[in-house]
């Protein structure tokens, strides 16, 4: 079966960006993004609650949890349902988010004034926020829920031991899809059988390590860039600006490497051999439980379409074009804010503190 | 042997070495080739200290967290998503990490 149908956008180049980017720019761009990404990482935490208290988006983040939750949840779930409506809502947010980089590179009429700046923002923000909900629940497992659940659970289901039948079956793999994917908000109850879980991850690692390395496909890519031991970050922002067409395979994919800068030190050492998707197969369909081999090749290949998404909505908001507009959008409101709040709206908006950086807008403009 | 931590096998492989917890990149330098890193969760920015690193131990995250995607990368084994029992790992305390099961068992 051909699961393309299920994949999320495909990215579209970022050469036309770029050539609309003011090329002074570009090192402010590239530094508050490094800087800001690993200040991320450390405050993880407290943004993980800020987005998991943020009142405006409230109704759509449980209305998500939800969805998710539902579909994890049911016994025997078609999960090209699950997958054509995730699609269907994914797409959405992001022709929303398109939508709104389009205006910040072509509507003038957005600087008209403190109002239509304002009302702009109020859109932005909200826009913003339901689509880090999408991230957080795609690429983290911080959270309650994650989108990969329902598939990774049926993974589980069909390979469970066959001892293991009906309610009792899907609700030991809905457990174990939960601890092995969301521990941090999992509950177990008690007498619940580890033996499953263990016997599962075990036999998941090399699967997750053969998706890994697609994860990590930037290494591949940037290893064959010249690499040299005193290059700073800014030396990578002038050799794309004056080199862009050595640097042309990297951006029609849609990522801007001065954002993988960290992947790009990384790439110079050499790597292992990848494993091949067969090898990596192997130690899960050990466990298959015949019966159900139709959704476990479906599950299997809908892992594989999760993981697209999960690369594409790493690569378009923090590799790529949302990075790029949306630096440049924060740049302008840095000029029209008052000095005296400067600094306070770039560490919110930075920190992707969509809200508080509306807070601050709305009081400041100049 | 000594108390075991329950967690989940994010990358295979079993190793023994010495606790050191690192909480920031304050903590960085002070890391040891062959210790294991425990950490509440790790961060792309922390360079070559997985190269450095026999082990990976953490509180938070599951099979898809970054600590557990660059242990996989880099051979050494991981458990994920001990929980904040972990905290009463000291520094310097001798662990065994079997990254197949998800369990850490204090070795003194």
Redesign the interface.
């Known amino acids: 079966m051909d699961f393309k149908n299920y994949n999320p956008p495909a990215l579209k180049s970022l050469i036309p960006v770029l050539e609309n980017v003011p090329s002074d720019l570009l090192p402010w761009i590239a530094e508050k993004h490094i800087k800001y ?2 200040d991320r ?2 405050k ?2 407290k943004l993980t609650d800020y987005l998991a208290n943020c009142d405006p988006v409230e109704r759509e983040r449980k209305e998500f949890i939800a969805f998710i939750e539902n579909w994890t949840k049911k016994d025997n779930a078609d999960l090209l349902d699950y997958t054509k409506e995730y699609q269907g809502r994914y797409t959405s947010i992001r022709n929303k988010v398109e939508s709104q980089c389009e205006t910040i590179m072509k509507n003038a009429s957005i600087w008209n004034s403190n109002d239509t700046l304002k009302n702009f923002w109020k859109d932005f923000a909200y826009v913003n926020e339901v689509d880090s909900l999408f991230g957080m629940f795609l ?4 959270w309650y829920v ?1 989108a ?1 659940l329902p598939v990774v659970k049926t993974l589980i289901y069909t390979t469970l031991p066959n001892d293991l039948k009906g309610n009792e079956r899907n609700e030991t793999s809905y457990l174990v899809a939960r ?6 908000y999992t509950t177990v109850p008690k007498g619940y059988n ?1 033996s499953c ?2 016997r599962f ?2 036999s ?2 090399p699967m ?2 053969y998706y ?1 390395r697609k ?2 496909f930037l290494f591949e890519i940037l290893s064959k860039y010249n690499y040299f031991p005193s290059m700073t970050l800014n030396d990578l922002v002038t050799d794309i600006i004056y080199n862009k067409k050595e640097y042309s395979n990297v951006l029609m994919q849609g990522i801007y490497p001065p954002f993988a800068w ?1 992947e790009f ?2 790439s110079q ?1 050499p ?2 051999e990848s494993l091949t998707f067969e090898a990596a197969k192997k130690r899960l369909e050990k466990n298959l439980d015949e019966n159900y081999r139709q959704d476990f090749e479906t599950a299997l290949g809908l892992l594989d379409v999760f993981k697209e998404y999960e690369l594409n909505y790493n690569n378009y908001n923090y590799k790529g074009k949302f990075g790029l507009v949306s630096k440049v959008f924060y740049y302008k409101t840095y000029q029209r804010i008052r000095d005296d709040k400067k600094e306070e709206f770039l560490n919110a908006i930075l920190l992707d503190g969509f809200y508080e950086a509306l807070e601050i807008i709305n009081n400041n403009l100049i | 042997m000594g108390k075991e931590f329950y967690g989940i096998s994010a990358a295979s492989g079993k190793a023994e070495g010495t606790a050191r917890w690192v909480l920031s990149e304050v903590d960085l330098d002070s890391f040891q080739v062959g210790e294991i890193l425990f950490a509440k969760m790790t961060s792309p920015d922390w360079g070559n200290l997985f190269q450095k690193a026999s082990a990976v131990v953490t509180e938070q995250g599951g099979m898809l967290c970054h600590a557990a995607i660059v242990a996989r990368e880099e051979g050494i084994p991981a458990v994920v998503g001990i929980g904040e029992e972990l905290a009463e790992v000291q520094n310097g305390t001798k662990v065994i990490v079997d990254g197949d099961e998800g369990i850490v068992t204090i070795a003194d």
Do not use: C, W, Y
């Not at chain 1, 690429?139 to 911080?142: L, Q």
């Open positions: 990404l690993d990482i450390h993880i935490v690429t983290s497992g911080r994650n990969m601890r092995v994917i969301t521990p941090r580890h879980e263990r991850a075990n998941f690692i997750l390590q890994d994860l990590l960290h030190i990384a050492k790597r292992k």
